[in-house]
């Protein structure tokens, strides 16, 4: 049954862009919010706005109980949970469904299984998905383990399966570091998480990071082509772009066709994104991990498509089948996406909660700012960081990158530092205008640069 | 005995502790030294240390664990 209220399980810029969808879907929207984000732009543009709780996220937007009671308060009929918070929690969207309404993303099942690394890597493995050479599931001991990367060739990775946020993980260069190396992951696991459970997957050198964009109605899935998302900082995407420099017609089919197979294979619903690492070296590509969510840097694959990501899987969830076909879709152009956090680049990227004053923010042919900004609003210090997202679209990555620089020449906001100097600076550098980086490259780049990204702010009354 | 006021510099959430499931940094009561740190307070999903800048006894805390705090917001007030 098509959808008729939405709630909104979510804040900031991508609380914005789900009500936009919303409304042209001639859907109402009800937005959800912390007290501390009762002034917010998405609680001014929703039809109506509910409360939920105090500022912490555990007591408000990963509140289950509460958002499932504004729900039934509002009489809404499903749920869109953006990204982060509970976007990933299969309880989440097993309650929303259990609750008569419908998740704005996968089944429960889904996200269980592709959030699980083991389940995920066997689900590609058997969609015949190359998987980065490692352990199928957990080794059995130290001496598993080093017999194993002695096959596969160092440096390899060991990861604690319970682990997250780069806890527990090692990296060891040669089988005498393995020997003293796994002993200490698996405590530290052990102390950590409760489970000293480790598996190894050799460390694929200088790789890209490239995401395949896919869109499934449960029945039929389709692609979006790829985004390139190679430029991070502490493995935070600060610069998105699409379609990847790297891939040549051929590798981009294959790499393409195999996050159709894997999607298919487990009869996905929605927007999801399929992530591989990509050895420039040998041109192969290896699964690393599906998000079953719709992804902060989507507006680069709108930028080059033509769709709307956001409104089909409002579609999708209201019981629609997808509405482009794969033979209707194409790269068009080429789009580039940073990300514009609050922020000082020139200072270790120290957080800048601070109050929005007066702002010039950019226009013209094929750009878009995606944001949550309007002068007064006082920036909340309790979640993360992005304002906003800059998008410029060419018709050639040379001209993308000329539209980008003229964009963010352009942005000046007062009362706030961002990281905008930051991506003037990288649309001058050589290697960036030609392509050539890979995962590891940004974070010593932006060593030998930081001083020069203090110039530029770029405020209007300073 | 004069008392000395540790002050957070940043708008956040302040902690008491490293992790949810370890131990208080400091308790009422406990001696501290220049340099300890008494509390995290997390901004924008970064945390920052507040240490003391004074050596004595940690009397009181004025903000209760992960209760928002603002800039200048008195966190804990030390006797020396």
Avoid at chain 1, 3 to 25: D, F, P, T
Avoid at chain 1, 126 to 132: I, L, Q, S, Y
Avoid at chain 1, 387 to 394: A, D, Q, T
Wanted: proline share 6%.
């Amino acid at each position: 049954m098509p959808i008729s209220k939405l709630l909104i399980a979510n804040r900031g810029e991508i609380a914005v862009r789900i009500i936009r969808a919303a409304r042209e879907l001639g859907i109402e929207t009800v937005q959800v919010h912390s007290t501390a984000d009762k002034d917010s732009l998405a609680v001014e543009i929703a039809d109506e706005a509910v409360e939920i709780g105090p500022p912490a996220a555990a007591k408000s937007y990963l509140n289950v109980e509460a958002i499932l009671d504004a729900a039934r308060k509002t009489r809404a009929d499903a749920i869109h949970p953006g990204y982060g918070f509970l976007a990933e929690n299969a309880d989440f969207a097993d309650a929303v469904e259990a609750a008569g309404m419908a998740f704005v993303g996968p089944r429960g099942d889904t996200i269980r299984r592709m959030g699980d690394k083991a389940a995920a890597r066997q689900a590609a493995q058997e969609a015949g998905v190359p998987t980065v050479p490692g352990s199928d599931g957990l080794l059995a001991d130290a001496g598993d383990a080093r017999q194993l990367a002695d096959k596969i060739g160092y440096p390899v990775m060991i990861k604690a399966t319970a682990g997250g946020g780069g806890r527990g993980i090692r990296i060891a260069c040669n089988g005498d570091e393995l020997d003293k190396l796994a002993p200490q992951a698996a405590s530290e696991a052990s102390a950590a998480f409760g489970d000293g459970g480790l598996y190894l997957e050799k460390v694929i050198e200088r790789a890209r990071h490239i995401e395949v964009q896919i869109l499934g109605d449960g029945e039929n899935v389709i692609h979006c082509f790829e985004r390139e998302c190679s430029l991070q900082r502490r493995r935070q995407k600060v610069w998105e772009e699409a379609p990847s420099p790297a891939l040549n017609p051929e590798t981009r089919e294959a790499l393409c066709a195999s996050a159709v197979r894997l999607a298919k294979s487990v009869g996905y619903r929605g927007a999801g994104t399929i992530e591989y690492l990509f050895d420039d070296a040998s041109g192969e590509f290896y699964f690393i991990e599906m998000n079953t969510r719709i992804q902060v840097e989507h507006p680069v694959t709108e930028e080059i498509t033509g769709t709307d990501l956001v409104a089909e899987m409002i579609r999708i969830a209201g019981g629609a089948a997808l509405s482009v076909s794969q033979a209707d879709l194409a790269i068009n152009g080429h789009a580039i996406e940073v990300r514009i956090n609050a922020e000082d680049p020139a200072n270790n990227f120290m957080p800048f909660p601070g109050l929005v004053g007066d702002f010039r923010f950019p226009g013209g042919p094929g750009v878009r700012f995606d944001h949550m900004l309007y002068p007064g609003y006082q920036i909340p210090p309790f979640y993360d960081s992005l304002l906003g997202k800059l998008i410029v679209r060419g018709a050639t990555r040379e001209q993308a990158i000329k539209r980008l620089k003229s964009a963010v020449s352009e942005f000046r906001i007062d009362g706030l530092k961002t990281t905008a100097p930051l991506f003037l600076a990288l649309a001058e550098d050589e290697h960036v205008q030609s392509g050539a980086f890979h995962t590891g490259w940004l974070e010593p780049w932006l060593e030998n640069n930081s001083a020069g990204l203090a110039q530029n702010q770029g405020g209007i009354a300073a | 005995m004069a008392k000395q006021e540790i002050r957070s510099p940043l708008p956040g959430t302040f902690y008491r502790k490293p992790a949810p499931d370890q131990p208080e940094f400091k308790a009422p009561g406990d001696s501290v030294a220049r340099g300890d740190v008494i509390g995290l307070v997390e901004v924008m999903k970064s945390f920052h240390e507040i240490t003391s800048e004074h050596d004595g006894t940690l009397v009181n805390f004025l903000v209760d664990n992960e209760e928002p705090v603002a800039p200048g917001q008195v966190l804990a007030e030390i006797e020396n």
